[in-house]
């Protein structure tokens, strides 16, 4: 296992970054369950479907599983980049039904616990888009490849496609930081499952592409998330209609 003994310093700065982002939470009109930081703990609620028109009888279901990035906190519903993607598609003649069941705060711990709900919707097409809060909070990379692992195969087993989104930390964590990278582009290559390297390039660390807390895409964030993961969805899409 990897120690991860300068954790706390390194990661100060970001805790009381994270503290003022939550100090200014109580004022989201959305309210609490849409108003959390990487590090809250998430509600027990799932979103509903999102479908802004209606769905031909045999549309893809696609299940993105993540956390505030995939919910698209302090934005609207329809401005996050599952939403952006599902708009698009739709728009080329591809319509699917989308179920985001994101939530802010959410672990791969709390991933594995909210897939038996996630595969009772008997999704086609599951997104995986989790492991930046295990990483931030310095989580045992160990404990973050189970439960990828695990999340992957009781999809599979369901008979759905999977998607995973690669997750990267910052640089400044070390040799921790350079094996969690690493653990994402190994386990796809170990189970042979579709993979988006990087889906947060040219927004993580880009100020103008995230809000104030410098943590959270803006809505021109979301646009660039969906440019970087649309060419991988529909090649999963693709696969999910052959079978």
Not at 150 to 164: D, F, K, P, Q
Request: net charge negative.
């Amino acid at each position: 296992m990897i120690r991860f003994a300068s954790f706390t310093r390194r990661a100060l700065p970001l805790l009381l970054l994270l503290a003022a982002a939550c100090g200014s939470d109580a004022q989201d009109s959305r309210g609490a369950d849409r108003a959390r930081t990487l590090f809250d703990e998430p509600s027990s609620g799932v979103a509903a479907p999102v479908a802004a028109t209606p769905l031909p009888g045999d549309a893809p279901k696609v299940v993105f599983l993540g956390d505030s990035i995939g919910a698209g906190l302090h934005l609207a519903e329809h401005q996050a980049f599952p939403a952006v993607m599902q708009a698009r598609l739709a728009a080329d003649g591809s319509p699917f039904e989308l179920v985001n069941a994101s939530e802010s705060g959410r672990t791969t711990s709390g991933g594995v616990t909210a897939l038996d709900w996630v595969m009772r919707t008997d999704p086609d097409v599951v997104v995986i888009e989790l492991g930046g809060n295990d990483g931030l909070r310095g989580i045992a990379l160990e404990q973050i490849e189970s439960n990828l692992r695990r999340m992957i195969e009781r999809a599979r087993e369901g008979g759905a496609h999977v998607l995973l989104l690669g997750v990267r930390l910052p640089p400044n964590y070390g040799e921790y930081g350079a094996s969690f990278d690493a653990l994402y582009p190994r386990l796809a290559r170990e189970l042979d499952v579709d993979f988006e390297p990087s889906f947060m390039r040219d927004v993580g660390g880009v100020p103008s592409m995230n809000l104030a807390d410098g943590l959270h895409p803006t809505a021109m964030g979301h646009e660039r998330l969906a440019d970087n993961v649309l060419p991988s969805l529909r090649r999963v899409l693709r696969a999910a209609a052959a079978d």
